[in-house]
């Protein structure tokens, strides 16, 4: 069983740049769930895919967007760099939980971006 | 969704047991109890959830309160490789805010030979 995988592991772009961060789901799961760490802070959740759809959103601008594709893996599109969005950028993956509900969210290790 | 209070660090000794505590005092009665720890330079690992009875798995236990205001994440003996941050997190039966996770800044927990 492959665990959840991240590319590239390390990025540096500059201010008002795109950058596209992607992510491999464990196999057998559906749902991607990306978050952005700040150092010294807990994950904060952007966005969720289930099954190729926006299935939730947190407090992140129209700026950061994503897609989720067939086979489930995902990518995250941040456009216009801004300093403040250096951090580690975390995908999780998670299949379906026996009653429909609660699902272990699995991580990868991470893209770490630089904004200069 | 429900906020969780944690210490800011801890640390232990090596092969000692280390009990992490967490207050939860808005939990609802559909909210599960997780606990996520994360390795340095690592995402986020699983390490246990709950919903009202204490729970055992091969990495940790879980000690709920009978009033659920407040859980232990109990490691029975410590290693090195057991530093990390431990998040604990309130996330709803179905799901929450479609699923996601709310992290605080966790417990750092230091372990000493």
């Known amino acids: 069983e492959t665990g959840v995988t991240q590319s590239p592991t390390h990025l540096i772009k500059t201010r008002g740049q795109q950058v596209t961060l992607r992510c491999s789901s464990q196999?057998?799961?559906?749902?991607v769930s990306w978050y952005q760490q700040a150092l010294g802070q807990g994950p904060q959740f952007i966005f969720q895919?289930?099954?190729?759809?926006?299935?939730g959103r947190g407090n992140f601008p129209p700026r950061f967007s994503g897609l989720q594709f067939p086979n489930y893996s995902s990518e995250l599109n941040v456009n216009a760099l801004e300093l403040d969005d250096s951090a580690l950028y975390l995908c999780?993956?998670?299949?379906?939980?026996?009653?429909?509900?609660?699902?272990?969210?699995?991580f990868g290790p991470g893209t770490r971006l630089l904004v200069l | 969704d429900a906020k969780t209070t944690q210490p800011n660090s801890m640390e232990s000794n090596e092969e000692e047991p280390v009990h992490l505590p967490c207050n939860h005092s808005?939990?609802?009665?559909?909210?599960?109890i997780h606990w996520y720890r994360q390795l340095p330079s690592q995402g986020p690992e699983y390490v246990i959830h709950?919903?009202?009875s204490n729970v055992n798995n091969r990495m940790a236990s879980l000690a709920i309160a009978e009033d659920r205001k407040s859980s232990t994440l109990i490691l029975h003996r410590a290693t090195l490789r057991d530093a990390a941050v431990y998040y604990c997190?309130?996330?709803?039966?179905?799901?929450?805010?479609?699923?996601?996770?709310?992290f605080g800044k966790g417990t750092k927990l230091s372990v000493k030979p």
């Open positions: 999780a993956s998670s299949g379906q939980g026996l009653a429909g509900g609660f699902r272990t969210q699995y």
């Open positions: 196999s057998g799961h559906n749902t």
């Open positions: 895919y289930y099954r190729e759809e926006e299935n």
């Open positions: 808005t939990i609802s009665g559909t909210d599960y």
């Open positions: 709950g919903l009202t």
């Open positions: 997190i309130l996330s709803n039966m179905w799901g929450g805010s479609q699923g996601n996770l709310i």
